[in-house]
């Protein structure tokens, strides 16, 4: 069991820690690490190791990965503790090899898993009832109430719920439409 | 620049659209509006930009006009 990170919709931080929100994930070939980026002024008054690099930490397969630590050294190894730093954290990234190989994409597939599940939640009893009542005019309503309970359980957010009832609102007219020139 | 998720996008987009058209057996108007709809998905999953989105709600808007102006009560 793997986990993965949502950092582009889930973080944030009380200027100590940075908290992310995680899901598991049934993938554990390959390796998984992440990346991030730390920056500082340059005209600072103490000057860490860490300025400008990348904290690369590989994620142990089948392990579930807590806490991450950054320890920021300044060039005679002194870390200051009690100070207070400027600079800020940023590129924050989870990157996933399968089989070993660096692909292209590196998060956007687990985002694709992740929406493939409104999207079942959707479109399955949509096509099962459709496939038995056999009538058009069902596909809009169940669509429409499957949205509903999409949105009102966190699974869609609110821009995707708009969305989708301007679609379903443009449908029932074509559908009205078709039936009107129909009769 | 096209990646390979432009055409992961695209794919599933296109297809998933073409499915559910033709599971309901509808017109080109249908597809679009499914079109619409399933871009906004692939929209929010990262995999297409957003003006991808723009452009499909306006050819959904030129489509209810169409369908607006030439009904006739």
Redesign the interface.
Known sequence: MMIYFDF?RHISSNNKSIYFKCRELSLSIGNSYITLSYWQPPDYKYYFKTYKTTVFTLLAPGKEFGRLYIVANDLNNNNYTNSRIEGYLYDLKFNYIPFGILP??D???L??I??MI??IIL?VPT?AI?SVYRK?EI?IPVLLLMSILCFVSNL??F??FF??I??FG??I??QY?KG?NQE | MI???WI?GIS?MFG?ALV?NF?????I??FF??L??FN??VV????LPFWT?ILN?II?CF??YT??SS?NM
């Open positions: 582009i292209m994409i998060i956007i597939p985002n694709l992740a929406i409104p999207l479109i096509i459709y058009r596909i869609i957010p821009e995707m969305i989708m301007l679609c443009a449908m007219f074509i439409k009107f | 990646t390979i998720d992961l599933i998933l559910m599971y309901i057996s509808g017109s108007k249908e509006i499914f619409t709809f906004a998905f929010w999953s990262g995999l989105l709600i959904l489509i209810v369908e607006i009904v």
